[in-house]
């Protein structure tokens, strides 16, 4: 199969991380797809860092108890805890040396969605942030079996409301449609079978933490999935990862993030779902196969991505030593592309791809990377910061394929950089 060249690298880096550093593409260069594949997949611990001061959820509590100005002192004063959240979650994506790993954090956090718009206990959303960190390379069926008991996603989808004799469906559809199966593989009664297996889930308010109340759950017999019997939640999640089907959709999720948002190829949706299943959910397997397959460095799927708010904002950035803006100033401009970090629009999360872009993001998108790149004091020094390469090997790190406008004729690398950065190929990995 031959060795990696540079573009080959470049391609392999700017999918899987966030961003393409040189160096991150420089050190693949030259080495097997096995070799460098096993590289990316074998990363170091991820490190979550400390939490900003949080306010715990019983002492909200007792704010919110007192009378109507300690609800509304309470409720401001998580807005503003919930705003450093997502600059803690911005300097994070920033400054980490995980960033495979923090790629797939963020992955999870679109597909297990929760917000703190509906949670409203940025406690409860730093600690699934960390869960997702931790497992997001790890295993999916130990991955699922934990979000169904994290505190966030019991109150995003209302799991503590769920309990005997007045059954909440809200986890139980969502289970199905959006984390395992997806629509059409299952019907209505299934999900009030779910519905009733998870009855008595709850959170403990006080403590911020899982609890089960046996008062609460209803052990009456269901079928489900065509078994019948008296089923506890994590039964039902079992049944469910015996299907071929549930490690087909998470298969087709990686086709989109990593292949293409157009329709995936079921030969390769197939064959990963059984590697993916045969392996017990190894998230590792299943994207080790994605990496390996000839669709992932099949040359009519490069540069067809269309970078999401965090690949423009925070990918460019780590990439090139341009002057780091104020991680407020951050946390607003995602809001202005679409991606509020914590605050996925609907249940479904990000629909991302093509997506990404309308008139209005474009011209923000387009006004951020026409600030980085103007020349000021501060910028001057990116010329000494660059890489020593050729123009040619720039402009091949920097976009994914050939400029869409023509290159500037007045020589100098950060008038290049510049070009390249506001060519609309840059918008595309």
Not at 264 to 272: G, L, Q
């Amino acid at each position: 199969m031959g060795r990696l060249s540079f573009s080959d690298t470049r391609h392999l880096v700017s999918r899987t991380a966030i961003g393409q550093q040189w160096g991150g593409v420089k050190a693949l260069e030259g080495k097997t797809r096995a070799e460098a594949i096993n590289i990316l997949l074998s990363p170091s611990a991820p490190k979550t860092p400390p939490a900003p001061k949080l306010t715990p959820w019983a002492l909200v509590n007792r704010m919110s108890m007192q009378n109507g100005a300690g609800k509304k002192r309470a409720r401001k004063m998580m807005q503003q805890e919930g705003i450093r959240l997502k600059r803690w979650w911005m300097l994070h994506l920033l400054q980490n040396d995980t960033p495979i790993n923090e790629h797939m954090t963020l992955f999870w956090h679109n597909h297990f969605t929760s917000s703190l718009e509906k949670v409203e206990q940025p406690n409860l959303i730093y600690s699934q942030n960390k869960l997702l960190r931790e497992n997001a390379l790890g295993n999916f069926r130990i991955l699922l079996h934990k979000v169904a008991r994290d505190p966030a996603m019991l109150v995003y989808l209302d799991g503590s409301e769920n309990i005997k004799g007045s059954p909440n469906e809200n986890f139980a559809r969502e289970l199905l449609e959006l984390f395992t199966l997806g629509r059409g593989h299952y019907n209505e009664k299934d999900i009030k079978a779910a519905a009733i297996a998870f009855t008595g889930w709850g959170v403990d308010r006080n403590r911020g933490t899982y609890a089960y109340d046996a008062s609460k759950h209803d052990n009456s017999p269901v079928t489900f999935m065509g078994r019948t019997g008296r089923f506890s939640g994590d039964q039902i999640i079992d049944i469910i990862l015996e299907k071929p089907r549930a490690a087909e959709y998470i298969a087709e999720k990686f086709w989109k993030e990593f292949i293409s948002d157009k329709a995936p190829d079921y030969r390769y949706i197939k064959n990963w779902g059984a590697a993916f299943r045969k392996s017990n959910y190894n998230i590792r397997v299943l994207y080790s196969e994605v990496l390996n397959s000839p669709a992932f460095w099949a040359p009519n799927y490069r540069g067809t991505l269309t970078k999401s708010p965090v690949d423009l904002v925070v990918g460019t950035l780590r990439a090139l030593p341009f002057p780091k803006l104020p991680d407020t100033e951050l946390v607003h401009i995602m809001q202005l592309l679409g991606q509020d970090l914590f605050d996925p629009p609907t249940v479904k999360g990000w629909e991302g791809g093509k997506h990404w872009i309308d008139t209005q993001t474009l011209l923000v998108r387009t006004s951020l990377l026409n600030k980085l790149t103007r020349h000021s004091r501060a910028s001057a020094k990116v010329q000494s910061y660059l890489p020593r390469t050729t123009g040619a090997e720039v402009v091949e790190w920097l976009l994914p394929l050939a400029p869409a406008l023509p290159l500037p004729t007045t020589p100098g690398k950060r008038r290049m950089v510049r070009a390249l950065i506001l060519d609309p190929v840059f918008q595309l990995k």
